[in-house]
Nanobody, 121 residues
Framework: QVQLVESGGGLVQTGGSLRLSCAASGSIAGIAAMGWYRQAPGNQREWVATITSYGITNYVDSVKGRFTISRDNAKNTVYLQMNSLKPEDTAVYYC???????????????WGQGTQVPVSS
């Protein structure tokens, strides 16, 4: 079985910074794209950022220039550095990853359990 475990959330003031981590563990042959989503109260889950296995990154417009996604392939871990946080960034942040448990099988999509990031004004 594969698990994604997030850490690093917590209360932060407007303008502050946080670094989220998400570590994958279990039966892993390789990881393709990894990413972050978020869900604010009363809203649908929205995509925030993605990083491919080659390190190519993409961001939703609302976080460009403030958030940075990165990954450590040796540790099967993806990070989200969040700077200049705003109250509208308040949400539960979820990581996801496309993981091959075996190179003979297609990848499967996994989600973390979510970590809360409240941003106070």
């Amino acid at each position: 079985q594969v698990q994604l475990v997030e850490s690093g959330g917590g209360l932060v003031q407007t303008g502050g910074s946080l670094r989220l981590s998400c570590a994958a563990s279990g039966s892993i042959a390789g990881i393709a794209a990894m990413g972050w989503y978020r869900q604010a109260p009363g809203n649908q889950r929205e995509w925030v950022a993605t990083i491919t296995s080659y390190g190519i990154t993409n961001y939703v417009d609302s976080v460009k220039g403030r958030f940075t996604i990165s990954r450590d392939n040796a540790k099967n871990t993806v990070y989200l550095q969040m700077n200049s946080l705003k109250p509208e960034d308040t949400a539960v942040y979820y990581c996801n990853a496309d993981i091959h448990s075996s190179w003979y099988q297609p990848s499967e999509h996994y989600w973390g359990q979510g970590t809360q990031v409240p941003v106070s004004s």
